[in-house]
């Protein structure tokens, strides 16, 4: 309730004589809270980001370089660091999740946006000052998986030779991500966290923004854990991506299907990563929504196992800790 006053009493000091009400706008899987203030017909949106577990720098940091590639982000209005405020304008309330929801023929027109958008993102120049994408944040993301997922989400214990097998299959996983030509990189770039606005699309929840590998931010859109897409139309979409990004200068391969082999594997990292995100939202932080999207995201990486022989220690290893699913085809209607 504290925190709830001290922001209240510093939209005051921004407004000073202008009344305002104060609605929750979102929560994210972070401590940070997002508000929305209404006053004179017009709403802006508040960041509550409490200092003493979050860092607003880098969201003003990466904000100003996206700002510069000509994509769509909240402008900063005012900002406290020292209490965590900022004020930003507001995208609306309607995310691609939600417009696809209501009307799912936009999808293509939402999308060729959305990639769009992420060429002249990848274009930035700045990139490079952000902090990298290297092995030791890649084996962090990837340790969620056995820590989370395997040992709290299914209470099991890996055998020393499953714990081999793993360790060998990061190592692989590590070696192609590695390699890919690097960019800016958004991390979540997703139905939820691109907004339908004009221009198209508002682009918000950047501020982990990293350097690294350029087919990160497509998979993270493509295959999506909240929304199912079919594989044909993720093949069309990726393709249509490509075509862009090497008209654009970027450093994607020549070859489309060495491109969609690192948009795979790279897809491979951030399945497993999510995992264990997901398991760790439910037992750490009372979140257990996410626990209803783990099926798509085990989905999405089963299929991706199965088209690479490199990968079919994974693919046994999950077949060992789900044997009922095994072999199981999973469906989605939507």
């Not at 994210?28 to 929305?36: G, K, L, P, W």
């Not at 990160?216 to 199912?228: C, E, G, P, T």
């Not at 991506?241 to 594997?265: H, I, N, Q, T």
């Amino acid at each position: 309730m504290e925190r709830r006053q001290l922001l209240e009493q510093w939209l005051k000091d921004q407004f000073p004589a202008r009344p305002f009400t104060l609605q929750p706008a979102s929560a994210d899987a972070s401590f940070r809270r997002y508000f929305r203030a209404s006053f004179d017909g017009q709403t802006v949106i508040v960041m509550d980001a409490p200092p003493q577990h979050e860092d607003c720098a880098p969201f003003l940091r990466v904000a100003e370089i996206l700002a510069a590639t000509g994509v769509h982000v909240p402008e900063i209005l005012a900002q406290n660091l020292e209490l965590g405020f900022l004020l930003l304008s507001d995208l609306g309330n309607t995310t691609f999740l939600h417009a696809l929801n209501e009307r799912i023929e936009r999808a293509h027109e939402l999308y060729g946006e959305a990639t769009d958008a992420l060429v002249k993102m990848q274009l930035a120049h700045q990139a490079d000052s952000l902090p990298a994408y290297d092995e030791a944040l890649l084996q962090r993301e990837l340790d969620l998986f056995p820590d989370w997922y395997i040992a709290k989400h299914l209470q099991i214990d890996l055998t020393e030779k499953q714990q081999a097998a793993l360790r060998a299959v990061f190592s692989r996983i590590l070696q192609n991500n590695l390699a890919q030509p690097k960019v800016l990189v958004h991390r979540d770039y997703h139905s939820r966290n691109l907004m339908v606005t004009s221009p198209n699309p508002g682009i918000i929840d950047f501020q982990d923004a990293v350097h690294g590998p350029i087919t990160y931010d497509l998979v993270s859109l493509l295959k999506d854990a909240y929304i199912h897409w079919d594989e044909e139309r993720i093949l069309d979409w990726a393709i249509r991506y490509w075509e862009k990004a090497r008209k654009a200068g970027l450093p994607v391969s020549a070859d489309f299907a060495e491109f969609y082999r690192d948009f795979e594997w790279m897809g491979v990292q951030r399945h497993l990563k999510v995992l264990g995100i997901f398991a760790r939202l439910n037992y750490r932080d009372g979140k257990a929504a996410y626990l209803n999207d783990m099926p798509l995201v085990m989905h999405y990486l089963r299929k991706a196992c199965e088209r690479y022989c490199e990968l079919d220690p994974l693919l046994n290893l999950l077949d060992e800790l789900h044997p009922a699913e095994s072999g199981q085809k999973v469906g989605y209607t939507f």
